[in-house]
T-cell receptor, first 112, second 113 residues
Framework: RKEVEQDPGPFNVPEGATVAFNCTYSNSASQSFFWYRQDCRKEPKLLMSVYSSGNEDGRFTAQLNRASQYISLLIRDSKLSDSATYLCVVNILTGGGNKLTFGTGTQLKVEL | NAGVTQTPKFRILKIGQSMTLQCAQDMNHNYMYWYRQDPGMGLKLIYYSVGAGITDKGEVPNGYNVSRSTTEDFPLRLELAAPSQTSVYFC????????????FGPGTRLTVL
């Protein structure tokens, strides 16, 4: 089983739609959680951290369910500029320090 | 701040050649990382460093070497390049005493023919 699993998509949605991405992780010792955004042929950039209480940043809402080892990202009122790949990232504290494990990403295409 | 910079942006190597991918950061971060990303795959950790003079292997270290003589620089060395090393290489850094957020460089696209 992969450490971090995501539906690769692509998710093709019309502008203005609401879209949700899911992610599951296998290591219960995972400590912190993130969504990164990666544009085509570019580096990943932090979109938002994910907290147990859930957190919102404008049109983006992230949720964490530790019991089910499940993370979600909701994007409301999708814009063309939201088209990208969204990476679910899990941080595990190991003997060697923090280790980030990346999912393979979910591709989003927002269309007119 | 320039953030994390990487050179070169692109490179084509022949099998058996060697090269060094350069990475530098100007944020005084003590943690630095090298990842590779193959098409349709997640990022895989090659090597990381928690400070100058300290390096450790990640998930896929074979065929690579690193050094960390200064806080700013973390070069990745490929000896005897193989087609399996064709990938996009990202360097990242993080403030060890701060949030877990990693900041990535723009990447180096390497093709081994």
């Amino acid at each position: 089983r992969k450490e971090v699993e995501q539906d690769p998509g692509p998710f093709n949605v019309p502008e203005g739609a609401t879209v949700a991405f899911n992610c599951t992780y296998s290591n219960s010792a995972s400590q912190s959680f993130f969504w990164y955004r990666q544009d085509c042929r570019k580096e990943p950039k932090l979109l938002m951290s994910v907290y147990s209480s859930g957190n919102e940043d404008g049109r983006f809402t992230a949720q964490l369910n530790r019991a089910s080892q499940y993370i979600s990202l909701l994007i409301r009122d999708s814009k063309l500029s939201d088209s990208a790949t969204y990476l679910c990232v899990v941080n595990i504290l190991t003997g060697g320090g923090n280790k980030l494990t990346f999912g393979t990403g979910t591709q989003l295409k927002v269309e007119l | 701040n320039a953030g994390v910079t990487q050179t070169p942006k692109f490179r084509i190597l022949k099998i058996g050649q060697s090269m060094t991918l350069q990475c530098a950061q100007d944020m005084n971060h003590n943690y630095m990382y090298w990842y590779r990303q193959d098409p349709g795959m997640g990022l895989k950790l090659i090597y990381y460093s928690v400070g100058a003079g300290i390096t450790d292997k990640g998930e896929v270290p074979n065929g690579y070497n690193v050094s960390r003589s200064t806080t700013e620089d973390f070069p990745l060395r490929l000896e005897l390049a193989a087609p399996s090393q064709t990938s996009v290489y990202f360097c990242a850094s993080r403030n060890g005493g701060g949030p877990d957020t990693q900041y990535f460089g723009p990447g180096t696209r390497l093709t081994v023919l």
